[in-house]
């Protein structure tokens, strides 16, 4: 018996089905969605309808398929904008090189692309392609970009294909895909679900000139590190990243920034934050006066000397906000010396509730190890050598056993 979703978890998908030889799978992958109670409106690209037909899947979901965007039947059963809205979760399979190149430049050219742009529901793809296709420098582009944007993937796979080569590029079969949507659908209760967290990392860059900037080591491997954490214990995680060569952790919303003023202004606009992690190695001076253009050694019988002010501190700004201060504020100081007594001193003067101390003379930068002080009101706990993903858990243990 077919279950409607009145029926079972009561949830609906939007799949969106793309052109290609695994589009058959849908039918398989319908099915199984309906033995779970989970209903799904489907809409089928015109490249889809040479593989499957529509009246297959009608049969199989029991609801119309969606094909044209300029249908007046369609649009007046059901609009694309309300249809990318009224789902739980849109799911794109196969997801082909041409949907994942116009997802990531946001074109809205057909019923299948419009209704991706329109959507404010989570987006899972599962790609389906040739493996030239997929290694494609085109295609990993527009991967990189989705994946920044939140959006979720599954495979694809590795394995034999339907033009006769061999490697990664199947689309994932029915029931991974099934998985990956039940989990989508019901997140598990993680301990930082609801929460909100705003994170700092990696350097800032003050400019000199138009081609020269004065920075730091920092890679903004820990504070990525962070981000991915909390985003998997569930949290809303903001990254405000000073530039770094990391890719977006996964389900992470993430504000660019390039000097300390900008990453305040980042900071700032972000409401209602539960939890503020500092990790950023922000410039502390700023060059008083840059060159408009570029300082030319041939103009100058001495090297310039540069005069600098100081650029605002971040931290301490936030901590010391009478509204909207966020509930937990953790800091990082990077030192060379005296460490736990330096933290110490910059608990109190800059007003947070943690510090992570961590001594920076030598092997931190850009590598995936840290050695850390977990330092506090309480008292000091020093870490042993941790890989900066154990650090970022468990510094996010702590502040979510701090919040509850
Ligand atoms: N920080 C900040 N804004 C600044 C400087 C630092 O938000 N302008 C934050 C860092 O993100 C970190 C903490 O303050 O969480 C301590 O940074 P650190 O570089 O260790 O110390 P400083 O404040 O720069 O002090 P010092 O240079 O004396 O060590």
Request: glycine share 8%; with cysteine.
């Amino acid at each position: 018996m077919r279950a409607t979703s009145s029926q079972g978890i009561g949830k609906s998908v939007l799949l969106i089905i793309g052109g290609g030889i695994a589009a058959y799978k849908c039918l398989e992958l319908i099915r199984q969605l309906s033995k779970r109670g989970i209903t799904t409106r489907v809409i089928m690209t015109k490249a889809a309808e040479q593989f499957v037909t529509p009246l297959s899947v009608v049969s199989l979901s029991g609801e119309n398929v969606f094909t044209d965007l300029f249908s007046l039947t369609d649009e007046t059963q059901m609009g694309h904008i309300e249809l990318s809205r009224s789902t739980d979760l849109v799911v794109v399979a196969p997801a082909t090189a041409d949907l994942m190149a116009k997802m990531a430049a946001g074109l809205a050219v057909d019923l299948a692309s419009t209704t991706l742009l329109a959507t404010d529901k989570a987006v899972l793809l599962a790609p389906a392609m040739n493996v030239r296709m997929w290694h494609h420098l085109a295609t990993a582009r527009n991967i990189t970009q989705l994946k920044k944007d939140g959006i979720h993937f599954v495979g694809p796979n590795e394995g034999d294909m339907a033009c006769g080569e061999f490697g990664l590029g199947r689309m994932a079969e029915p029931m991974e895909i099934v998985a990956a949507i039940e989990s989508l659908l019901s997140p598990r209760i993680q301990p930082l679900t609801g929460r909100r967290v705003l994170i700092t990392a990696g350097p800032t860059q003050e400019a000199i000139d138009p081609v020269r900037y004065i920075s730091n080591r920092s890679s903004g491997k820990q504070g990525y590190a962070l981000a991915e954490a909390a985003a998997n214990m569930g949290a809303d995680v903001t990254l405000v990243s000073g530039p770094v060569a990391l890719a977006t952790p996964l389900g992470v919303r993430r504000v660019d920034v390039t000097t300390a003023d900008e990453m305040l202004v980042a900071v700032k606009q972000i409401p209602n934050t539960d939890l503020a992690i500092f990790c950023a190695a922000v410039a502390d001076w700023k060059v008083a006066n840059p060159a408009r253009q570029k300082l030319k050694k041939n103009d100058a019988s001495e090297p310039p000397s540069l005069s600098f002010v100081p650029s605002p501190d971040i931290l301490k700004s936030v901590a010391g906000l009478h509204e909207g201060r966020p509930k937990i504020i953790v800091g990082f100081a990077a030192e060379t010396e005296n460490v736990i007594a330096n933290a110490k001193a910059k608990l109190k003067s800059k007003g947070c509730d943690i510090i992570i101390a961590n001594d920076v003379s030598e092997g931190v930068f850009g590598t995936n190890k840290n050695v850390v002080h977990f330092v506090s009101a309480k008292g000091v706990e020093s870490w042993p050598e941790l890989s900066k993903s154990e650090v970022a858990q468990r510094v996010l243990a702590a502040c979510a056993g701090l919040l509850k």
